[in-house]
T-cell receptor, first 115, second 116 residues
Framework: AQSVTQLGSHVSVSEGALVLLRCNYSSSVPPYLFWYVQYPNQGLQLLLK??????LVKGINGFEAEFKKSETSFHLTKPSAHMSDAAEYFCAVSEGMNRDDKIIFGKGTRLHILP | DAGITQSPRHKVTETGTPVTLRCHQTENHRYMYWYRQDPGHGLRLIHY???????DKGEVSDGYSVSRSKTEDFLLTLESATSSQTSVYFC???????????????FGAGTRLSVL
């Protein structure tokens, strides 16, 4: 069964610094991988997705993630943090082959931006 | 949140009371989902629907039931609310016409439920 682990429930970075949010997955087949972002008092919205077309995936708001099969990782990065990036970020995995396949979400990482 | 409306947005109720949460979509998407979000647990799937009158259980379905009589509406019912069901509930939809489309979910703004 697929699973996803996000390392660090809270991450703090200074404004302008590199953002790195870690995600490792487990899947028995080539997975679909996603990052979602949740701003305060809102639902989740898709940040980016990996569909096997390219290992480096670019998303909205300057974020990108790299799929590394050998490390079973899909870490999220942004070169320069902005105050508006403060939110909770969820990594998700799906094998997606059948109707019954679900998206499994990680427990989330809350990103704090320090002025 | 576009195209997805959850109601109510906030609710306070007492233990043992039945509660129904509604999710309404205007996107005509096939799949609809109910999740609960709790600190330290992320999102956990309660029930989902893959068509009108077609529903199935998720990871944490005990104490919850769902119904989908129309494409646009997916109801979540707590037959007898307990304090452990205090949570934020999110509805999500996905197109479901292709494998990848099924996995891209769009979320409502959530319903904050407190069971006292």
């Amino acid at each position: 069964a697929q699973s996803v682990t996000q390392l660090g429930s809270h991450v703090s970075v200074s404004e302008g610094a590199l953002v790195l949010l870690r995600c490792n997955y487990s899947s028995s087949v080539p997975p679909y991988l996603f990052w979602y972002v949740q701003y305060p008092n809102q639902g989740l919205q898709l940040l980016l997705k990996y569909t096997s077309a390219a290992t480096l995936v670019k998303g909205i708001n300057g974020f990108e993630a790299e799929f590394k099969k050998s490390e079973t990782s899909f870490h999220l990065t942004k070169p320069s943090a902005h105050m508006s990036d403060a939110a909770e970020y969820f990594c998700a995995v799906s094998e997606g082959m059948n109707r019954d396949d679900k998206i499994i979400f990680g427990k989330g990482t809350r990103l704090h931006i320090l002025p | 949140d576009a195209g997805i409306t959850q109601s109510p947005r906030h609710k306070v109720t007492e233990t043992g009371t039945p509660v129904t949460l509604r999710c309404h979509q205007t996107e005509n998407h096939r799949y609809m989902y109910w999740y609960r979000q709790d600190p330290g647990h992320g999102l956990r799937l309660i029930h989902y629907s893959y068509g009108v009158k077609d529903t199935d259980k998720g990871e944490v379905s005990d104490g919850y039931s769902v119904s989908r009589s129309k494409t646009e509406d997916f109801l979540l019912t707590l037959e007898s609310a307990t304090s452990s069901q205090t949570s934020v509930y999110f509805c999500a939809i996905s197109e479901g016409q292709a494998v990848l489309a099924k996995n891209i979910q769009y979320f409502g703004a959530g319903t904050r439920l407190s069971v006292l």
